[in-house]
């Protein structure tokens, strides 16, 4: 009865240290954290960054704010007027590199080198982050007809699942 206990136990503390692991979504505590930062530009624009340490994440919970914007403001879509991407590298090592070098002694002895190198990700290599960030106008009635247009509704419904 006691090994019935934990097949149970370790599956359940695997997802629990997963829900850790997953930054909760909500605003900022401070510049460079991990979360949104919204700013009201003019009336029916906006301009809304989102930090963290996937970049695919931090896109989405940028769009996931647009949405709540638009949706708080009483509009149905949001375009996407600009958008940029910083990639923070701090703490990120790991790569594939070539050096070549050179060198004179005394005696007129002179050498060339050339070395390979390949560094592996000793900190995990996710010590980085990346801020998302997007300028957007909103808008009500029919969505235009365009790539960077999104209905706020649709996106708000389907990213908030992922959020956190």
Not at 139 to 144: E, I, N, S, T
């Amino acid at each position: 009865m006691l090994r019935m206990k934990h097949v149970f136990l370790i599956p359940a503390l695997a997802v629990m240290a997963a829900c850790v692991t997953t930054p909760v979504y909500g605003p900022a505590k401070s510049e460079r954290a991990e979360g949104y930062v919204s700013q009201k530009i003019e009336t029916g624009r906006y301009r809304v960054s989102y930090t963290d340490k996937d970049p695919a994440r931090a896109r989405n919970m940028a769009l996931l704010r647009a949405s709540e914007i638009t949706l708080q403001e009483g509009e149905d879509w949001f375009e996407i007027t600009n958008e940029t991407m910083d990639a923070d590298a701090t703490g990120r090592s790991g790569g594939r590199s070539i050096s070549i070098g050179g060198s004179a002694g005394s005696g007129g002895y002179s050498g060339v080198g050339v070395g390979v190198g390949f560094g592996l990700p000793l900190g995990g290599g996710s010590a980085g982050k990346t801020t998302h960030t997007l300028e957007i106008v909103t808008g009500a009635g029919a969505k235009p007809d365009k790539a960077e247009a999104y209905d706020a509704r649709q996106v708000d419904m389907n990213l908030r699942v992922t959020s956190g």
